[in-house]
């Protein structure tokens, strides 16, 4: 193996895929936790108890049941936070961290993000439960519904950066943070705001989080395509979920925002920044109730996808 | 969309207590339910008839927490009836701000869970904040939290002094303005409340009225039936209750009704502590208490709760046997869940406040 493919694995397993992305996850899990409890004049757990959570499930049985088809209900987890370690590993950090451009594109990262989303279908539909059924059909309704303004989202970032550079498409995410980096954040160029609502939009909904908690709705289905997980394949699960939001986030930032500072300084800016949406998201959760699945799915239908063809009509009218 | 079949039940975190639908369903709607009830009965009829009339009154306080005023009050009300006991005018205001002190917890209670089911957890949190106060109140004047042992036969058990009085006022002073300013607008605005419970669960005034409900559920379709206006107890009579009704007949109508009847149980222990006469707590020592029956009925929180009582002059009650609101309510949810969502079935089942420990004691 050569260097280049060494560094790449490292990249995914510790820095800032895998370990880095899990314990950050983590701690943003526990602060999202504990403002939620503030916000609710509540005292809340300590920001650690994420960590301890997952120890505990690390260190119980695991149950299959009678019902499950077991390959499938124990290999999705895997494939899920695998997925999730590669696709935080390709996040780019502005002044601290380049992704090997071994691991592909905006592509391949939009690809992976739909991943952990598959993932809980299949462990859904693996486990028998009729609960997992019912998150199953849910999860891929909002699926369907949010895939498409993500999409635009993505698209117009990449066609209005390509448009900025002289290129039809710029699809590599290193390329635009650094032109943003050089000349301003497009999260203060009005040409790209309806992009970044359409992004904002999808974070709850691909985070679920209220009010689009639907498919884990735990007071209607008992976290639907969990229901039936135990022990590490739940801890995998939980493990995936919280590499997913610094995936979500860290995109965004990468996307919208990733001007900082070089050094040890830039990667302190990313997770301030992360620690900021964090609490964004906090305060919306705290804010709303639970939507049903097909008001949530016309929602997505309505707004974000108006969103995001304006933004992309506006990315196309800058050529 | 293939159909199956989906257990809710018996142990599910939106339901507060056991109990088990097999759901039917169709897509994402409901097309049959088929309930199994029987998960916390513990034999307290048969019970009654190996204690005698005293040990009862504890035993029957312990049937359900929501309702724990209203059972005893009914049971008390039936011995009275078969002795002729006068009961005092003081211990029947005394009695009034009992009932209504746990009629504004309990409806608290329901709205709240409803809030949780939607998943409106910062609601949820704040209703139940609100609803401690009624608590402290509780703890403070009765000793206790759920179970209040409010009623004796022929009285009641506890009293209220003037710094009491003042202590409850003050509570009440502090809990109206919360309900009337925050929680009752905020149900009656918020797009996510109204969103998820306009328009669900509906069962109109006609199937209210064949299917016998009760309570909240049946003002909630605009059926004004209310026991303490229809046939009034203690001095219900005198206090001029106002019966809340919405005509919707839809989850959210029912938590309305619930949350507008806190306000009135407000007005109403206001008016009880104003106008508390003077006088002794009970009818002093229990007289022989002949052989006989009566019928009495309470308003509980979730509506008319029924007593029948036979005794055959010994202190053993040969028979007590009671109707609860829930027995008829629970039957009437096939009405309203067929042709609702999946998402539906917990705010629905909620929506009826059901006490299953009451129905099937």
Redesign the interface.
């Given at each position: 193996m050569t260097t280049e493919t060494l560094w790449t694995l490292a990249t995914v397993l510790v820095f800032p895929g895998g370990l880095f992305a899990l314990v950050l996850g983590l701690a943003l899990k526990g602060v999202e936790r504990r403002a939620?409890a503030r916000?609710?004049?509540?005292i809340g757990p300590p920001l650690v108890q994420p960590f301890y959570d997952l120890l505990k499930l690390m260190r119980k049985r695991t149950l299959i049941p009678d019902t499950a088809n077991a390959f499938v209900f124990l290999a999705v987890p895997v494939a899920g936070l695998a997925s999730m370690a590669v696709a935080a590993g390709m996040i780019p950090i502005a002044g601290f961290f380049e992704p090997s451009p071994l691991l592909g594109n905006l592509v391949v990262l939009f690809y992976l993000i739909s991943i952990p989303a598959v993932s809980l279908m299949l462990a859904g539909s693996a486990s028998g439960s009729?609960?997992g059924?019912?998150g199953f059909?849910r999860e891929m309704a909002i699926v369907l519904a949010y895939e498409g303004p993500i999409l635009l989202s993505l698209v117009s970032v990449a066609l209005y950066a390509g448009a900025l550079t002289g290129q039809p498409v710029l699809l590599n995410l290193t390329e635009i943070v650094r032109y943003q980096q050089q000349h301003g954040a497009f999260l203060f160029d009005p040409w790209m705001w309806p992009a970044l609502l359409t992004y904002l939009c999808f974070i709850p909904a691909n985070l679920g989080i209220?009010?689009f908690?639907?498919p884990e709705?735990?007071?209607?289905?008992?976290e639907g395509p969990l229901v039936e997980y135990s022990g590490p394949p739940l801890g995998l699960m939980k493990m995936m979920s919280v590499t997913k939001a610094v995936v979500v986030l860290g995109l965004g930032i990468a996307l919208f925002f990733p001007n900082g500072p070089a050094g040890l300084a830039g990667l302190l800016v990313f997770i301030i920044k992360c620690l900021v949406l964090v609490l964004a998201v906090s305060l919306l959760k705290?804010?709303?109730?639970?939507?049903?699945?097909?008001?949530a799915v016309l929602f997505y239908l309505k707004w974000p996808e108006l969103l995001g063809f304006a933004g992309l009509a506006l990315a196309i009218a800058r050529f | 969309?293939k159909s199956?079949?989906?257990?809710v039940g018996p142990l599910?975190?939106?339901l507060e207590e056991p109990m088990y639908f097999r759901i039917h369903?169709e897509g994402?709607q409901v097309a049959g339910i088929e309930i199994t009830a029987g998960h916390v009965h513990r034999g307290i009829e048969y019970l009654t008839a190996k204690r005698n009339i005293y040990q009862n009154l504890a035993l029957i306080e312990r049937v359900c927490s929501l309702c724990s005023n209203s059972h005893p009050q009914a049971y008390c009300m039936g011995l009275e009836k078969i002795a002729g006991i006068e009961v005092p005018e003081r211990a029947q205001y005394l009695r009034v701000i009992a009932d209504e002190i746990k009629r504004a917890a309990s409806n608290m209670f329901n709205v709240a869970i409803l809030?949780?089911?939607?998943?409106?957890?910062?609601?949820f949190?704040?209703v139940m904040?609100a609803r401690e106060i009624m608590q402290d109140t509780k703890e403070t004047v009765f000793g206790n939290r759920m179970d209040l042992a409010a009623n004796v036969i022929g009285g009641v058990k506890f009293d209220i002094d003037e710094a009491g009085a003042a202590y409850v006022i003050g509570q009440l002073n502090r809990l109206e303005p919360i309900l009337v300013k925050e929680i009752i607008p905020l149900y009656e605005t918020?797009a996510?409340?109204l969103?998820?419970t306009r328009g669900v669960g509906v069962i109109n005034r006609e199937q209210c009225i064949d299917y016998g409900l009760m309570g909240p559920v049946a003002r909630g379709s605009g059926y004004a039936y209310d026991v303490r206006t229809a046939a009034p107890y203690a001095v219900y009579d005198r206090l001029d209750v106002e019966v809340i009704t919405y005509p919707d007949g839809d989850v959210w109508s029912r938590a309305m009704v619930r949350l507008r009847e806190v306000v009135e149980a407000i007005r109403l222990m206001r008016l009880c502590l104003r106008e508390l006469p003077e006088g002794p707590l009970t009818a002093g020592p229990l007289p022989f208490i002949p052989a006989g029956e009566a019928i009495t009925k309470v308003e509980a929180p979730r509506g008319e709760l029924i007593y029948y009582l036979k005794t055959d002059g010994t202190d053993i009650p040969a028979r007590v046997k009671w109707r609860v609101p829930t027995y008829m309510n629970w039957d009437a949810l096939e009405v309203m869940m067929v042709g609702d969502?999946?998402?539906?079935?917990?705010l629905i089942v909620n929506s009826i406040d059901p006490c299953i420990s009451c129905t099937e004691r």
């Open positions: 939620i916000l609710q004049r509540r009729p609960y059924a019912i059909s209220a009010p908690d639907i709705a735990e007071s209607e289905i008992l705290a804010a709303v109730g639970r939507m049903r699945i097909d008001q | 969309m199956f079949d989906m257990p599910h975190v939106s369903v994402e809030a949780h089911i939607v998943g409106f957890e910062s609601l949190m704040h904040e918020n996510s409340i969103s998820r969502r999946i998402s539906d079935i917990p």
